[in-house]
């Protein structure tokens, strides 16, 4: 390996190297370097996505609106926050870690041209000091309670070690559509995070809004970097494929002990190849009524139909647990995890 590529090769373990708490501990620097460290970079991949054998990406978006509907699974989950992502990177660009603040800032600048001609009614806030579209930190932090804008990133030891957090807050902002179901976060993980956030309980609802808002960005012409082999290129090696996360914020009192074992709803939801996280994303906490944002782990090698079924097969048997364990359910829940 060049002296160049060890270096870069340093630069895409450093999230780990520096967070003990690392369950990955990679990020990707820029598109190429999933070839040049493949070596690594691949069986970890594969390992992560549960891939035996050689898979190629496919992409389908083919997902039936009316089927997966949360009420079959208990009539009180009327009203749910739905959320469905995709994370995307532009050709032509370093990924996060490695772009500098001119770069972040014309990143920024190109999407705002995409935001002003794609058609969609929205408005575009921006957190860099002096932008035509700049918010207050006040601002800022309403839309963060709403849980429509990502945190601080230089509040997250692993983003800022990686150099993700660099230059905060350049080149970062969220637009939001009118209606408030569709949202883009510019500069955040990856370049583009593209999401949909709907109150109610038909999952497919969640997949047609955010399509429809995937769409519209491709037809402004933006190109995304994607790889031959594993899809769309992220940041993460987790979200390489469909780089699509779906997920459901759910209330798992009886699991959770009221919040305080975190780790039985985590360990059950692995079981079941979800993943449960605090409401407020990555390493966050969960709360007293134990709600939990509860998404499939995989997303390579699965479409994103696929992701969306295995959400809703996995929901079932969550809620079950969750109903065995308000029943004094140690009893049944300890055969689950083996
Ligand atoms: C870790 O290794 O724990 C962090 N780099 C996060 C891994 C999960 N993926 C993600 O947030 N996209």
């Known amino acids: 390996m060049s002296e160049e590529d060890q270096q870069h090769f340093l630069d895409v373990m450093m999230g780990g190297l520096a967070n003990d708490d690392s369950s990955v501990g990679v990020y990707a620097t820029r598109p190429e370097d999933y070839d040049i460290f493949s070596f690594y970079l691949e069986p970890l991949i594969r390992e992560y996505h549960k891939i035996e054998g050689s898979t190629k990406q496919e992409h389908d978006w083919n997902i039936p609106v009316g089927e ?43 999407m705002v041209e995409v935001f002003d001609s794609f058609g969609i009614p929205g408005k575009y806030h921006s957190l860099t000091p002096g932008h035509k579209n700049f918010i207050s930190d006040k601002e800022a932090d309403e839309l963060r309670h709403k849980h429509f804008l990502f945190n601080d990133m230089t509040t997250d ?43 109610g309980n038909d999952l497919g609802q969640v997949d047609k809004s955010l399509h429809d808002l995937l769409t519209g960005i491709e037809k402004s012409g933006l190109q995304f970097a994607e790889h031959q082999t594993y899809g769309v290129v992220t940041t993460c090696p987790t979200n390489m494929g469909t780089g699509k996360r779906q997920s459901i914020l759910g209330k798992f009192p009886n699991i959770t002990k ?45 479409t994103e139909a696929i992701v969306t079924k295995r959400l809703w097969e996995g929901l079932i048997k969550l809620y079950d647990l969750e109903k065995q364990a308000g029943e004094g359910g140690e009893r049944q829940n300890c055969c689950i995890i083996q």
Not at 158 to 183: C, Q
Not at 278 to 296: L, R, V, Y
Request: net charge positive.
């Open 258 to 302: 009221q919040g305080t074992d975190e780790k039985k709803l985590k360990d059950l939801a692995r079981s079941l190849g979800l993943q449960a996280r605090g409401i407020g994303g990555e390493h966050s906490n969960m709360d007293k009524e134990g709600t939990a944002d509860i998404s499939p782990s995989a997303r390579f090698g699965v």
């Open 68 to 110: 997966y509907v949360l009420t079959k699974i208990d009539p009180r989950l009327e009203k749910v926050s739905m959320r469905a992502r995709v994370a995307r990177n532009v050709k032509g660009f370093n990924l996060p870690p490695s772009m500098d603040k001119a770069e972040r800032i014309k990143f920024e600048n190109k």
């Open 157 to 199: 030891n692993h983003l800022t070690s990686s150099g993700v957090a660099s230059d905060w807050p350049f080149g970062r902002g969220i637009w939001i559509s009118t209606d408030e179901t569709k949202m883009i976060w510019i500069g955040e993980e990856d370049q583009l995070r593209i999401i949909s956030i709907v109150q």
